[in-house]
């Protein structure tokens, strides 16, 4: 199995700025995703983070406003430049680890509220 | 295009009931099917899941069914209890480590 924590839990921020989300997970995984999660909604992958390349990314997001960086097998960070109020929303990382099969392990989530 | 349908969107059962939640898909290359369970402030937390060449699969009061021909799976709860009351989300994913495609969700309440 995986563990994954994810830092920081929560934060309020104002528009026009970027955060920095770290996702670390205890054990070695083969791949780590990023989704993003409405308040009460479903959850909709962002993209997959790829160690020592450029992230894959989904319809409708793009680096530009959602870097993503994989230095290593256990650690990536997506940020969310620029920030508008419709960019509050619960940012979740997830990997499937060494081992577990398909099995997708996700992390506790950041909650974050653009003003 | 919504490639998981999930329903119903939400779902009020006694205790000790069955809780019995639905999900088709439309990609027939998808080979995956995980049912996760999320309480409020928490991650998703896998469940229980099955691959197509199973028509069921049981661990403990869950079970899932699988019906590949009419492309539709389903999660029972037996015995529902009121810490069962979450949010489940079913999933779908091609072969390999690939990135998972939820449904919508179900908000389960289990009253007692």
């Known amino acids: 199995s995986a563990v994954i924590s994810q830092k920081p839990s929560r934060d309020i921020c104002q528009r026009g700025t970027s955060l920095t989300i770290q996702c670390q997970v205890d054990s070695q995984v083969t791949m780590m995703f990023w989704y993003r999660q409405q308040p009460g909604q479903s959850l909709t992958l962002i993209a997959t983070?790829?160690?020592?390349?450029?992230?894959?990314?989904e319809s409708g997001f793009v680096i530009d406003k959602f870097p993503i960086s994989r230095p290593n097998l256990t650690f990536s960070t997506l940020t969310v430049s620029n920030m508008s109020p419709e960019d509050s929303s619960i940012y979740l990382c997830?990997?499937?680890?060494?081992?577990?099969?398909?099995?997708?392990?996700f992390g506790p989530g950041t909650r974050l509220l653009v003003l | 295009q919504q490639q998981v349908k999930q329903s119903p969107q939400s779902l009020i059962v006694q205790k000790g009931g069955i809780s019995i939640i639905n999900c088709a898909y439309e990609n027939t290359a998808f080979d995956y099917f995980p049912w996760y369970q999320q309480f409020p402030g928490k991650g998703p937390a896998l469940l229980i899941a099955?691959?197509?060449?199973?028509s069921e699969k049981k661990e403990g009061r869950f079970t899932i069914s699988f019906n590949k021909s009419a492309k539709q799976f389903s999660l029972h709860i037996m015995d529902s209890q009121p810490g069962d009351s979450a949010t489940y989300f079913c999933?779908?994913?091609?072969?390999?480590?690939?990135?998972?495609?939820f449904g919508k969700g179900t908000r389960l309440s289990v009253i007692a």
């Open positions: 099955i691959r197509p060449d199973v």
């Open positions: 983070a790829n160690q020592g390349s450029e992230a894959t990314y």
């Open positions: 997830s990997a499937t680890a060494r081992g577990a099969g398909e099995t997708q392990y």
């Open positions: 999933a779908a994913s091609l072969e390999g480590n690939t990135p998972l495609v």
